[in-house]
């Protein structure tokens, strides 16, 4: 179990730190609860001064009664949990996607097509021939241009349940590959050396020749570029919470715009691939026989169907998960927060949601006399902070932190700066900790399996936080090492 500590730092700047990696003997809520409480205690780290805690959407995590956050909200209740955006975006948002059921075929049939495509070092040497060959047909005809960097050989990628962003590079590669994955398949079909080969490909070779698959691989695309650019930007460290939530909003937005307007662009781009691969289409004011209702109650056409049911369901689906983050708890602390956002000339800014916002989220942290004197600060600060140059351009909370200590108004506006931090501090992905069980498959490798846990955790802080480790002395540490005891070899 990895443990990262999120902090503002005293110039003001918004921190996620690897801090520790414990041995655990089972995931029950109760011992991951024990496990870093201890952690936080040997370091003399209080569990009541927690204002914030994030993890993935594992049950013993979440869990409302017996999970890891509602145990910590026990002994400290002003430690808000909020579950991983990323985890819970690029997750839910995949699965919001297969709701659709031709979808879910759709990315079965992708899955299956990748792992044939790619099984054997022969198909993958084939797979690259034939996109060398369609990109020198290309570059040929002037249908693609040249330069450095571009008309790169590339592979199928595979979608993974919970590898960030894999379902969009899958989709990606296959819309980029599209017409080499045909040929390599179409090959497959004469050539391949059993029956169950030729079989499969022939199979895969006909699904990539359809409509609907071309239809969903083109919509999936267009979907998956704008929610992916959402699951990438909320792996930053330095995000904060409400910028987070501006992001999920302008998504929302995006998609909302795709629904309404995109349709005609969409099919007319399809029609230009399907053209371009002699893909044969359907008639789209045909009726469409594979319909609703066994007893022809429902005569909807092919465009009915293909706009409808598939382009405005699958986006309604992706709405949904969006619009459906926060509980209503953690929506007002949200609400309130915003009110401390520096956007358009601290438009959002009133004095009464952030008196609110203290004394409801973190009373522990302001004492009655301090609430009067926060409102005070806060009738100067309206008069004084939105109308310095400093703060004109600025959009996020965390700029707005590092504003205030760079110009010392934070000594002026001290509560204001308080309630800033605590707010900060609210965790918005588990990203960070993603990283540290990545660098730690790096460090405890075959060759070096048996390092002890104590070793393995100060090996991960040097590696992971390596910026911090490249500031220390070299000779501080080889006369620290000298002074536990006499040696035998002099280090100097």
Known sequence: MAIVLRFVDIDGFLQERFFYVVHVSNTAAATLKEEISNVLLSFNLQIENIRGQGYDGASNMRGAWNGL?????????YAYYVHCFAHRLQLALVAAAQDESSTWVFFSQLTAIVNFVGASHKRHHQLQI???NEIAKNVATGERETGKGVNQIGTLHRAGATRWSSHFESICSLVDMYVATCTVLENLVDEGSTPAIRGEAQGYFRIMKTFEFVYILHLMHKIMALTDMLCKSLQNKSLDILNAVNCVKTTAGLLSTLRENGWDSHIEHVESVCRENDIDMPEMGAPFKGGRSSKGEDHITFEHHY????????????LMELNNRFNDEAMELLILSSALEPKDGFKSFKVGDICKLASKFYPDDFTQQEMYCLKSQLQHYELDVPYHEKFKNMSTISELCRGLTETQKSQNYYLIDRLIRLVLTLPVSTATTERAFSAMKLIKSSLRN????????????????????????TDSIIDAFESLGNRRVLFH
């Not at 956050?69 to 209740?77: M, R």
């Not at 706009?307 to 992706?318: E, G, L, R, S």
């Not at 048996?450 to 002395?473: C, P, Q, T, W």
């Open 69 to 77: 956050q509602a145990l910590f909200l026990n002994d400290c209740p």
């Open 130 to 132: 034939a996109q060398a």
């Open 307 to 318: 706009h409808f049911d598939v382009f405005n369901t699958v986006i309604d689906y992706q």
């Open 450 to 473: 048996k390092m002890g846990d104590e070793f393995l955790a100060d090996s991960m802080v040097v590696y992971i936080e390596r910026e911090l480790a490249e500031n220390i002395d």
